[in-house]
């Protein structure tokens, strides 16, 4: 009511609709307080926070390749090639690693080559037992197995040996210088023989004394020396 007679009283006269809306107006502006807008500080970023930027720096080389070359000499373990993937397949006495790593399982020389037969795309990498050998091998012959021998021409004294004997053994029961067959389709000389050959060769050994403490209290100082030695050269290493 105060403010529609200060309205009345302050203004010119005005229908009464007018005078209303005016004071209603004039009532919801003094019901609303007045807000000032706050600004948030901002400071960007220095550096980038995703992408390459926070990866870690490309590492040293995995030195990957060739490690033996053609015609060169490898022992079983040796490593022949090192790739990522396969490009190049294990072939004859090769083997490949989880990471695809080719090494050798036999002595010999390595081959790189293809077979059509096996896989017109392929390529291979082997390794042969003689130098002049070449490989892929014609389609079937014999494969080449080396297990563990050497091949030798056999040279025998006194003519030829005879069927069940060995060079300078007879076959028998088991007596001295017998050899019978055992386990396993051997012929070999029993243990007992094989353990008198010093006496029968005439080689003097020294009585073993069980209770002969000297002779022990001298190996153990004996091996003590030699120990002791051992970890001394292994400090100035």
Same mark, same amino acid.
């Given at each position: 009511m105060r403010s529609l007679r200060s309205l009345s009283s302050s203004t010119a006269p005005h229908p009464?609709?007018?005078?209303?809306?005016l004071a209603l107006t004039r009532l919801?502006?003094?019901?609303?307080?007045?807000t000032t807008p706050t600004q948030t500080p901002y400071r960007p970023a220095s550096h980038a926070?995703?992408?390459?930027?926070n990866k870690a720096a490309p590492g040293p080389g995995k030195r990957l390749g060739a490690k033996k070359g053609d015609s060169e000499l490898v022992v079983p373990g040796n490593i022949i090639f090192r790739q990522r993937?396969?490009?190049?397949?294990?072939?004859?006495?090769?083997g490949m690693g989880r990471d695809h790593t080719i090494?050798?399982?036999q002595k010999g020389f390595v081959r790189y080559y293809r077979d059509p037969d096996r896989h017109a795309e392929r390529k291979y990498i082997g390794v042969v037992f003689e130098r002049q050998m070449e490989l892929p091998r014609a389609r079937g012959a014999s494969r080449w197995r080396r297990c563990g021998l050497e091949a030798r021409e056999r040279v025998s004294v006194g003519g030829e040996i005879a069927e069940g004997e060995v060079e300078g053994m007879t076959a028998g029961k088991g007596g001295v210088g017998e050899v019978v067959l055992r386990?396993?389709?051997?012929?070999?000389?029993?243990?007992?023989?094989?353990?008198?050959?010093?006496?029968?060769?005439? =080689?003097? =050994?020294?009585?073993?004394?069980?209770?002969d403490r000297w002779m022990a209290w001298r190996k153990t100082n004996e091996r003590k020396e030699r120990n002791a030695e051992k970890r001394s050269l292994r400090r100035k290493k």
């Amino acid at each position: 009511m105060r403010s529609l007679r200060s309205l009345s009283s302050s203004t010119a006269p005005h229908p009464p609709s007018t005078l209303l809306l005016l004071a209603l107006t004039r009532l919801t502006l003094h019901s609303t307080p007045r807000t000032t807008p706050t600004q948030t500080p901002y400071r960007p970023a220095s550096h980038a926070s995703q992408g390459r930027a926070n990866k870690a720096a490309p590492g040293p080389g995995k030195r990957l390749g060739a490690k033996k070359g053609d015609s060169e000499l490898v022992v079983p373990g040796n490593i022949i090639f090192r790739q990522r993937g396969t490009h190049w397949y294990a072939g004859e006495n090769c083997g490949m690693g989880r990471d695809h790593t080719i090494f050798a399982l036999q002595k010999g020389f390595v081959r790189y080559y293809r077979d059509p037969d096996r896989h017109a795309e392929r390529k291979y990498i082997g390794v042969v037992f003689e130098r002049q050998m070449e490989l892929p091998r014609a389609r079937g012959a014999s494969r080449w197995r080396r297990c563990g021998l050497e091949a030798r021409e056999r040279v025998s004294v006194g003519g030829e040996i005879a069927e069940g004997e060995v060079e300078g053994m007879t076959a028998g029961k088991g007596g001295v210088g017998e050899v019978v067959l055992r386990e396993g389709y051997q012929y070999r000389e029993s243990n007992w023989s094989i353990g008198r050959t010093a006496e029968r060769a005439g =080689v003097k =050994v020294r009585a073993y004394k069980p209770n002969d403490r000297w002779m022990a209290w001298r190996k153990t100082n004996e091996r003590k020396e030699r120990n002791a030695e051992k970890r001394s050269l292994r400090r100035k290493k």
